[in-house]
C-alpha cells in the first residue's frame, strides 16, 4: 500500500510499477493455481515475487534486524522462524476445521473470512521479512478467500486499515479489520 520501503526510503516510479507488476502476476497466478495448503516454502517464493528483484527489500529471507512499523516492533528476528512455525502451525488447524465444515455443507462465509483476516493480521504482525510484509499478508488473505469462493477484502482507507492494524498488533483484538473486512466484501458483493 506504501510507496517507502522498511528502509525509509521512497521506492522510484520505476520501482514502483515493478512491484505493482510483481503484485499482478503472483496474484494472477496464486488465482489461477491455487496451492491447497499454504507452507512455508509458498510464502517465501511468493514474497520472492512480490520484491520484483528489488535487492534493498532481501527476498524470500527472514529479517535479521528489529523492525518498528507504526507503533508496533515487529518480532525479535531470533523468533521469526518459530512464531512463523506456529503460525503455519495454527493456520493448518483452522484450514482443516474448514474443510471439515465445507464437506458438511455449512455456510463457510463469516469464518473463512474470519481466518483469512487473522491470518492476514500475524503475518504482518510477525513481520517475518524486512519489506513487502503487508503485501504477502493481503495476497495470502486472497488466497484463503478465492480458495473457499469468497470475496476478497480490498482495503480502500489506508488510515482506518492501519488503525485496524495497530490495535490487533496491541491487542490481538480483530474485531476492527474484520468489521473493514466485512465491508470491503458488502462493497465488492
Do not use: K
Not at 495448503?37 to 520484483?52: D, G, K, P
Amino acid at each position: 500500500m506504501g510507496h517507502t520501503g522498511s528502509d525509509g526510503r521512497p521506492f522510484t516510479p520505476q520501482e514502483q510499477e515493478r512491484l505493482q507488476q510483481a503484485l499482478l502476476s503472483v496474484t494472477r497466478q496464486v488465482a489461477a493455481s491455487p496451492p491447497s495448503v499454504l507452507s512455508e516454502a509458498e510464502l517465501q517464493a511468493w514474497h520472492v515475487t512480490l520484491c520484483a528483484g528489488i535487492e534493498a527489500m532481501q527476498p524470500g529471507h527472514y529479517r535479521q534486524a528489529e523492525i518498528t512499523f507504526g507503533s508496533f516492533l515487529g518480532t525479535a528476528p531470533r523468533l521469526i522462524p518459530r512464531e512463523m512455525a506456529a503460525l503455519l502451525e495454527q493456520h493448518h488447524e483452522g484450514l482443516s476445521s474448514l474443510e471439515e465444515r465445507q464437506q458438511a455443507g455449512e455456510d463457510l462465509a463469516q469464518a473463512v473470512l474470519h481466518h483469512a483476516t487473522w491470518l492476514h493480521a500475524e503475518l504482518i504482525r510477525i513481520h517475518p521479512y524486512w519489506d513487502g510484509n503487508g503485501r504477502l499478508a493481503r495476497l495470502v488473505q486472497a488466497w484463503l478467500c478465492w480458495r473457499f469462493d469468497q470475496p476478497v477484502p480490498i482495503y480502500t482507507n489506508r488510515a482506518r486499515y492501519l488503525a485496524a492494524l495497530n490495535r490487533y498488533h496491541h491487542t490481538r483484538d480483530l474485531t476492527l479489520l474484520l468489521q473493514l473486512s466485512q465491508e470491503s466484501q458488502r462493497r465488492l458483493g
